[in-house]
């Protein structure tokens, strides 16, 4: 006798025993919802005492799925949903019926040179060769929707390359961009856990002009590194002139509710080109360290 004699296992899977319960006889037994598998009973899943077992797969679901794809690291992108691509930015402000939406769609026409940025950072972000693992790094992980999300994902994709979209379960329609990845699509219930996701492999963050969730992702992401719960890495904000006109930092600074040294932790820049750089040269600075260590 020799290992192949040994079966691999003994028990039945979960699949097979799944499918043998589909097609049970129907009594007033089988037909009673206490008597579904529990793993195929989705009001029993969804009861609020099961949030913890549903939080567990939300973790699990995305992190075997990237694993089995050999993701070995990100490049995020945060930013707007709302920031039009160049070629719908006149559109934009025509479709303004007032004065004060007119200022607004022009403010966000301006920033549309930003979708073609990120479309050019992901782009680069993506040629990053495979190790000798033949894990791919670097790769593109959006929040998977519109604007900027789309033009980060569209970069991946003009290079042949793919690229991870997180959306999430909004009371509005929120389908994922078409350039996003299928097999690397993935949709969240509970916002803690697509955050997670974002930053478990990132290793370099862009962060472009946004509102509410663009500020919720980012500052948790400082907070994050400030307090050492996550390494350093390259954290980029895109558009001085707006992070510094919505957020004032060296007020900040000034009222001591962060110190001098925590505005290090973000690298203004303007372009692709400019935040790839920066990029790199952060990993080069970090090898000679370790070499010199």
């Not at 992190?63 to 160049?86: C, H, M, N, Q, W």
């Not at 769609?105 to 190790?131: F, G, H, I, M, W």
Request: aromatic share 10%; proline share 6%; with cysteine.
């Amino acid at each position: 006798m020799n290992e192949k004699d040994i079966p691999k296992r003994v028990f039945a899977k979960a699949k097979e025993d799944a499918a043998v319960a589909r097609t049970q006889t129907g009594t007033p037994q089988t037909q009673d919802p206490a008597y579904k598998l529990a793993f195929q009973d989705n009001d029993f899943l969804l009861r609020d005492d099961l949030r913890p077992v549903r939080f567990q797969l939300e973790l699990m679901k995305p992190e075997l799925l990237l694993d089995e794809a050999k993701i070995g690291s990100t490049f995020v992108f945060y930013g707007s949903a709302r920031i039009p691509e160049p070629e719908r930015a006149e559109a934009v402000v025509s479709a303004a019926r007032t004065p004060e939406q007119k200022l607004v769609a022009e403010r966000l026409a301006a920033k549309s040179r930003y979708y073609d940025e990120a479309r050019k950072l992901a782009a680069l972000a993506s040629a990053t060769p495979l190790d000798e693992e033949g894990k791919r790094h670097f790769v593109v992980c959006s929040g998977g929707g519109p604007s900027i999300m789309e033009a980060a994902n569209r970069g991946a994709a003009d290079v042949g390359a793919e690229s991870i979209g997180l959306n999430i379960v909004l009371p509005f329609e929120q389908a994922p961009n078409p350039y996003v990845t299928p097999s690397l699509s993935f949709q969240f219930h509970y916002f803690a856990l697509r955050k997670m996701h974002f930053l478990l492999r990132a290793r370099a963050v862009a962060v472009f002009p946004g509102g509410f969730g663009t500020f919720d992702e980012t500052f948790e992401l400082l907070t994050l590194v400030q307090t050492g719960k996550m390494a350093m890495l390259p954290i980029l904000f895109y558009g001085r002139e707006f992070w510094e006109r919505v957020v004032n930092f060296e007020a900040l600074v000034e009222e001591g509710v962060i110190g001098p040294n925590d505005l290090d932790l973000i690298r203004f820049v303007e372009t692709a080109e400019e935040g790839w750089e920066k990029v790199q040269d952060y990993y080069a600075r970090k090898q000679r360290v370790l070499r010199h260590a």
